[in-house]
C-alpha cells in the first residue's frame, strides 16, 4: 500500500532554510516521477519540483534558484531544500507520485 510520508516542515525566520524530504515504503521512486506541490488557502496546488528517476528536474518559476530537489543514491527518499525563505512561501507542501498525495507538511516563515 503506496503510503507517502513527508518529513521536515516547521517554523523558519526569514531568509532561514528548510528540508522537507518524501518516502514511501512501497515505491522505489527510480521508475516514478517524484513532485513536490504546494497550496495556499483559496489557491489551487501549485508544482514546486519535480525529479524524475534518471534525473531530469523541473521547477516552479517563483522557486528557481532558491529550492532544490534531489533523491538519495537508492531512489528511497526525495528531498526538497529550500534556502533563503520568504514569508510568502508559507503554506502546505505536498508529495505526490503517481495518483497518491502525502498529508502535507506546514512550512512556516516568519518575519
Known amino acids: 500500500?503506496?503510503?507517502?510520508?513527508?518529513?521536515?516542515?516547521?517554523?523558519?525566520?526569514?531568509?532561514?532554510?528548510?528540508?522537507?524530504?518524501?518516502?514511501?515504503?512501497?515505491i522505489n521512486f527510480r521508475m516514478r516521477p517524484v513532485a513536490w506541490y504546494r497550496q495556499a488557502p483559496g489557491n489551487e496546488?501549485?508544482?514546486?519540483?519535480?525529479?524524475?528517476?534518471?534525473?531530469?528536474i523541473i521547477y516552479g518559476e517563483s522557486v528557481k534558484?532558491?529550492?532544490?530537489?534531489?533523491?538519495?543514491?537508492?531512489?528511497?527518499s526525495v528531498t526538497l531544500h529550500m534556502k533563503n525563505l520568504k514569508p510568502e512561501v508559507t503554506t502546505?507542501?505536498?508529495?505526490?507520485?503517481?495518483?497518491?498525495?502525502?498529508q502535507g507538511t506546514q512550512v512556516t516563515v516568519s518575519s
Open 1 to 26: 500500500q503506496v503510503q507517502l510520508v513527508e518529513s521536515g516542515g516547521g517554523l523558519v525566520q526569514a531568509g532561514g532554510s528548510l528540508r522537507l524530504t518524501c518516502v514511501d515504503s512501497a
Open 45 to 56: 496546488r501549485e508544482l514546486v519540483a519535480q525529479i524524475t528517476g534518471g534525473g531530469s
Open 65 to 76: 534558484g532558491r529550492f532544490t530537489i534531489s533523491d538519495d543514491n537508492y531512489k528511497l
Open 92 to 102: 502546505v507542501y505536498y508529495c505526490y507520485v503517481l495518483i497518491f498525495w502525502g
